[in-house]
């Protein structure tokens, strides 16, 4: 699978690379975005867990936004996996849904590890597996999507 090193992280902040470019606009866009929301969770951590609670709802809430703008891009395409990654999409939620009700009734301490390991499986498998095909089937069709 993807290599986990493509992203470095210390404890509090996870590291944007451009490895993880898909040379597609919006979705280049939205997964940077994600990452500042994931490193707020991160420097959150120290806050508190309403403070963590907050940011991972809001990092959450974009999460949806974002895979609701690709479910509807893969639909207009006809794209043929669109259900696989849709259901990726769908499970990473659950995931997130998930860690958000064990924050609650746990502290930040205590999921930091698991949120690490899915936002590594989001950032490492889902963007360069899922995404990067859909980005490739647009570009083999020579449709583009408004690519930079
Ligand atoms: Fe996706
Ligand atoms: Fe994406």
Redesign the pocket.
Known sequence: MASNEIVSWGNEKIEWSDDLLLQAEQ?DE??REMFALMNRVFSAARLGADVVTSAVADLCLFTRE?FTR?QHSMESAGYPDCEAHRYDHEYLIFQLDVLIDRLMLSGPELVAEELVDLLKRWLCDH?LTY?SAFVEFLRERGRGREVA
């Open positions: 979705d939205d997964h974002h690709e963007i995404d």
